[in-house]
């Protein structure tokens, strides 16, 4: 599984650091990014939360 954000509309709001620190950070222009490529196994689930709750959608998840 792969995780991307579009940094066109994260806005910064940091619920999916909250939600999944080990895979989403804060990068210098306030927007998350991916920490990890392909997302562990033991971390998906996580993410696809974090995907779910994120208020503009900016996550998106690819199965591979
Ligand atoms: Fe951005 Fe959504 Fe995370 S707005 S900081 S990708 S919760």
Redesign the pocket.
């Known amino acids: 599984m792969k995780a991307t ?1 579009n940094k066109e ?9 909250e939600i999944c620190p080990d895979v ?1 950070e ?1 990068d210098d222009a306030n ?2 990014s991916v920490t990890k490529e392909p997302i562990p196994v033991e971390l998906e689930e996580e993410c696809r939360d ?1 995907a779910d ?4 959608e ?2 998106h998840i690819q199965a591979e």
């Open positions: 954000v509309t994260c806005e910064g709001c940091a619920v999916c650091i989403f804060m927007q998350a974090a709750q994120c208020p503009t900016a996550i």
